[in-house]
C-alpha cells in the first residue's frame, strides 16, 4: 500500500498504551516503520490509562515505556470521553460506540485541512512543527467544543467565541488532567463550518 503511494505525507497510528497489543506489538511494529520511513511524519491517537479505571496491572509500565516512537501523541483515555458523554451530551450509559464517535469526530476535525482546501496545517509535518517545541514534550492535549445532547440540538446556539471559551475548560478535554498546573506552550483551535477572522481573535483575548 505505501509503495502504491503517489506522494505519502506520513502516518497514523491508533492504538491503546494499556494492553499488550497495543503497546507490544504496535511498538514493533513502528519500529519497522521508524527504521523504513524514519523521516516520514508519524502522529497517533493514543488511549492512555485512566487514572481511575484501571483494566490491567501492567497498564503503568505499558504507558512509560510506549509513547515515545511518534512525532506527535494526542492522547485520550476513557474516563474522560466517558464522562464527556454523561455530562455533556447527556447519555446515561455511554457504551464503547459512543465514545468511538467522539474519537472519530477528533480525528476527522485534525485531518480536515488534509482532506479539503485551508491556510493552516495542510499537511502532517505542520502540526510537529506548530505543537512540538522539543522532541520529547509531543503529547497534545485535545479539547472538543460544542458537545450537544441530541435533543437540545435545534434550539441551542454558540457564537464562535463561546465555543473559543469552552474549549479551554476542563470539562471539555480528553484526558483527565490538570492544565492548571501547567501552561500552554503552543495551541492549535480547528473550526469548522463558516467562519471570520474577528469573532474568534476576540475570543481568545
Known sequence: MIENCDCLQGFLMFRSFGGGTGSGFSALLMEKILADYGKKSKLEFAIYPSPTVSTSIVEPYNSILTPHQTDVCFMMDNEAIFDMCQKKIEIEWPTYGNLNRLIGQVVSSITASLRFKGSLNVDLNEFQTNLVP??????????????????????ASYSTAQVTSEVFEESTQMVKCNQKRGMFMACCLLFRGRLHHNPH?????
Open 201 to 205: 481573535t476576540a475570543g481568545n483575548h
Open 134 to 155: 522539543y522532541p520529547r514534550i509531543h503529547f497534545p492535549l485535545i479539547n472538543m467544543s460544542p458537545l450537544i445532547a441530541k435533543e437540545r440540538i435545534n434550539h
